[in-house]
């Protein structure tokens, strides 16, 4: 009721009161879906923009409510993150990742990097590069298969970040820097971090190429990425028109409904087993 008279002071306190409510029982709510397995893996490939061979998977988490069905990750992810139940949510998806990976390669099919998105309360956590360490170890995944995303936000903090960085990539680990453009961060740190993946967030391609000021844009961030000696992604590509541009641009990777959604572990299974055999 999104509408009605908002200069009503009590709308407001039944409105922000609500809102409450439904957090405070979300937090309690998460820990309970972990511990009950409602929670799972979707992966969505990445391509290689020319050869359009899938050179990698995001893993994307879900949230399978029995009452409510699907639950989006940008409806939890926040409320997770503040409450800080993420270290240990973020945690299951390393597990998840890393095994899943694991047993791909174990079948025979294509070794290829999984990639991790990683919340910057999760990255800050002095335990994070050990818990790494520890999945990676015990799933038998090698370290050059795991991929973390990390978002620009994280920049502006170089010096806490720096040294963990610097030990994740010492290991072995590729760092891509996600979202890339939404956020505020200088050029300088992105020079200076040992980072290897660029990837463009979605609200640049989103207009391209009919929007001349997004193709400019777009193409400057491609340009400067490629500058710093990264390789480039471009996230959210929906067209055939997006493509074109980015392979014009010379962007190196690309990700997006124009090749697949985000499947399920069984139809990922299957993308990578019809990929292995032509
Ligand atoms: P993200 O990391 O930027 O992931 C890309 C999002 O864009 C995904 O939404 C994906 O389904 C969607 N997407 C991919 N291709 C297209 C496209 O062509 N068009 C459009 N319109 N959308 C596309 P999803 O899966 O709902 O995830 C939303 C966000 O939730 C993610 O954004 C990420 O920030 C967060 N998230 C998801 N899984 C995790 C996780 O395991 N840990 C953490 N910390 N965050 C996660
Ligand atoms: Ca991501
Ligand atoms: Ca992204
Ligand atoms: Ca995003």
């Given at each position: 009721a999104k509408t009605e008279n908002i200069s009503n002071p009590h709308y407001f306190d039944y409105y922000l009161m609500d809102k409450l409510i439904e957090r405070v029982n979300m937090e309690k709510r998460l820990p309970r879906a972990l511990a009950e397995g409602e929670f799972e893996l979707f992966y969505q490939p990445k391509i290689?923009?020319?050869?359009?061979?899938?050179?990698g998977m995001e893993a994307l988490l879900r949230w399978n409510d029995p009452e409510e069905g699907m639950i989006s990750p940008a409806s939890f992810i926040p409320i997770a993150e503040e409450c800080g139940f993420i270290v240990e949510l973020g945690e299951w998806v390393l597990w998840e990742a890393c095994r899943t990976n694991k047993r791909w390669q174990d079948q025979g099919l294509p070794k290829l990097p999984i990639s991790v998105n990683v919340s910057a309360v999760q990255f800050k956590h002095p335990q994070f590069v050990q818990t790494v360490g520890t999945v990676l170890e015990k799933t038998g995944?090698?370290?050059?298969?795991l991929e973390l995303e990390v978002t620009e936000?994280?920049?502006?903090?170089p010096a806490l970040i720096k040294d963990r960085l610097d030990s994740l990539k010492g290991r072995g680990i590729n760092l891509s820097i996600d979202d890339f453009g939404t956020g505020y961060s200088s050029i300088f740190y992105l020079k200076e971090l040992p980072l290897q993946i660029l990837k463009i967030d979605r609200t640049f391609i989103?207009?391209?190429?009919?929007?001349q000021r997004d193709s400019l844009l777009l193409r400057s961030i491609i340009q400067l990425g490629k500058s710093l000696g990264l390789t480039v992604l471009a996230e959210g590509v929906e067209t055939e028109q997006q493509l074109q541009f980015l392979r014009e641009n010379e962007c190196d990777q690309i990700q997006g409904?124009?090749?697949?959604?985000?499947?399920d572990c069984k139809t990922m299974t299957r993308m990578l087993e019809d990929g292995s055999t032509n």
């Open positions: 290689h923009a020319v050869t359009m061979e899938i050179i995944l090698a370290p050059e298969f936000s994280l920049l502006n903090e989103q207009n391209t190429p009919h929007s409904y124009y090749y697949s959604r985000p499947v």
